[in-house]
Structures are given as C-alpha cells and as structure tokens.
C-alpha cells in the first residue's frame, strides 16, 4: 500500500507562487506516474500535471508555462511549483500516484488565491 502526504499549501495573493510537495511511501512499483489533481468548490476533480517515473511531464492547458511539476526519485517525492496564481487556481489539490498496483491518493491540500 502507498501513502501519499501532501505539504505546501496556503493562501497568497494573485500573482505570487507556491509550492506543493508530495512524498510517496509503501509498496511503489514500477512503472508509475504522479499526478495533481485539483478540486475546486462546486467543481469535479480535475488533472493539473503529470509526470512519468522517466521525467517526462504534461499539463493542463490552463497552467502550462505557470507550473513546473518535478520528481525526485531518490526521495519519491513530486513538487508543483506553482507560479503566477489567479484566483482561479483556487482548490483543495491532490497529489495521485498511478502504478500496476492501482491508485494511490493524497489527503489533499488547501489553495487559496485571494486578494
């Protein structure tokens, strides 16, 4: 089983960043993917970034060129720094980790962008 603990949350004003962090435990099998995912009130779930155990990243259109998502794989952990924040980018933010042994979700983590 895999624990995801999400940390870096909080609240700042439009235009400024955070960043969120994501550090995996447990049985992790290979190949695996980590995601973000966000939900915003009175919205579905809905995908930020991804990355591949390779480092190969994507985004949703609505945060490419604001956000970089990153793996350390020595410390299995996966970053979202988030840069150029609207109000927007308000949402609770879920870190996922997607392997041949199933889903693994975060408890989630609060952003608010608020002036």
């Known amino acids: 089983q895999v624990q995801l603990v999400e940390s870096g949350g909080g609240s700042v004003q439009p235009g400024g960043s955070l960043r969120l962090s994501c550090a995996a435990s447990?049985?992790?099998?290979?190949?695996?993917?980590m995601r973000w995912y966000r939900q915003a009130p009175g919205k579905q779930r809905e995908m930020v970034a991804g990355?591949?155990?390779?480092?190969?990243?994507n985004y949703d259109a609505s945060v490419e060129g604001r956000f970089t998502i990153s793996l350390d794989r020595a410390k299995n952990t996966v970053y979202l720094q988030m840069n150029a924040l609207t109000l927007e980018d308000t949402a609770v933010y879920y870190c996922?980790?997607?392997?041949?042994?199933?889903?693994?979700w975060g408890q989630g983590t609060q952003v608010t962008v608020s002036s």
């Open positions: 996922n980790l997607q392997s041949p042994a199933g889903n693994s």
């Open positions: 447990g049985a992790i099998f290979s190949p695996y993917v």
């Open positions: 990355v591949t155990e390779g480092d190969d990243p």
